[in-house]
């Protein structure tokens, strides 16, 4: 889950640069963040629905970021101020604001790896930080975020396959693991 997050954040930022419509990568982010939220909430807690909201919802809150940023004519202020708000309704959900500023640093950093690397583990580090205060020791394995940059280094920032089972497998492969995990709780 540590390497699978930042993954996740960073292939937002390049399905907004290859999408060819961000009105339906939007409405699919959100139809599979509906799908998923019965299998997380029944994994989490045992019922239906319950809080966190899962990650596909944080992960569109920081592709609507990315939009809202990226789109001409708005002021840099009104763009700071929508992704305060963007990070406020990321809060009850499954990695939270993180999931909003690390798509959106990598693609405002795209060009430039030293900052977008740097962005990153600056995030990264007061994530985990974050964590120790909450957990203490246990949060430990929050270290491992420290990880994903080695292997996400090795993307090429060309478009993936077009393939439909390649575009719908990850969507479908999130609430199936979930379910699955649940029914094999003890």
Not at 38 to 65: D, E, K, Q
Not at 78 to 106: E, Y
Not at 107 to 115: A, P, V
Request: hydrophobic letters at 55%; a positive charge.
């Amino acid at each position: 889950g540590r390497l699978t997050d930042p993954m996740m954040a960073f292939f937002v930022a390049e399905g907004y640069l290859h999408t060819r419509s961000i009105r339906k990568y939007v409405l699919r982010l959100f139809l599979f963040a509906l799908i998923s939220q019965p299998p997380f909430s029944l994994y989490l807690s045992g019922t239906w629905f319950s809080l966190p909201l899962n990650v596909m919802f944080t992960l569109l809150l920081g592709l609507l970021a990315i939009w809202l940023w990226d789109r001409g004519g708005l002021p840099q202020g009104l763009r700071l101020l929508a992704v305060l708000v963007l990070c406020i309704l990321a809060i009850p959900g499954d990695w939270s604001f993180m999931n909003v500023l690390w798509p959106l640093c990598f693609f405002l950093f795209r060009q430039d790896e030293q900052k977008k690397w740097l962005s990153y583990l600056v995030l990264a580090l007061l994530y985990i930080g974050y964590c120790f205060v909450q957990m203490g020791p246990q949060a430990a394995f929050n270290f491992g975020l420290l990880c994903a940059p080695l292997l996400l280094r090795c993307c090429s920032g060309e478009p993936g396959s077009r393939a439909p089972f390649h575009k719908w497998f990850f969507y479908l492969f999130y609430p199936c693991h979930l379910l699955l995990l649940y029914l094999l709780k003890p």
